[in-house]
């Protein structure tokens, strides 16, 4: 059974980077669509990237295009979201979050999910 956690939130200043990383202990990574899904307080969830298993297809929201990186690991069950170029419009839950099959942008899709880590960044 897929458990995923997240690492590496924290709060930075605006123009910094972090790199968050999400560990899944069960044993199928390889075989499942990732994604980043943020939500801020009294906002919808955002999928801000997304990777297919094979790491050949990746999506990126238009509010992170070019600052965020989406990666993943097979041998190590990981999959990575790099920021950069941060701004306090990106302070939210991040959350890692895997689906069976094709990539998706819709967040309801995705079937299983960390417990989030969060992001803060400060103007």
């Known amino acids: 059974q897929a458990h995923f956690v997240e690492s590496g939130g924290g709060s930075v200043q605006a123009g910094g980077s972090l790199r968050l990383s999400c560990v899944d202990s069960?044993?199928?990574?390889?075989?499942?669509?990732m994604a980043w899904i943020r939500q801020a307080p009294g906002k919808e969830r955002e999928v801000v990237a997304a990777?297919?298993?094979?790491?050949?297809?990746?999506y990126y929201a238009d509010s992170v295009k070019g600052r965020f990186t989406i990666s993943r690991d097979n041998a190590k069950n990981t999959a990575f979201l790099h920021m950069t170029g941060l701004k306090p419009e990106d302070t939210a839950v991040y959350y890692c979050?895997?689906?069976?099959?094709?990539?998706?942008?819709?967040?309801?899709?995705?079937?299983?999910w960390g417990q989030g880590t969060q992001v803060t960044v400060s103007s």
């Open positions: 979050a895997a689906e069976r099959g094709t990539m998706t942008t819709r967040a309801s899709d995705y079937e299983y």
């Open positions: 069960g044993r199928d990574f390889s075989t499942y669509a």
């Open positions: 990777v297919s298993w094979s790491g050949v297809h990746t």
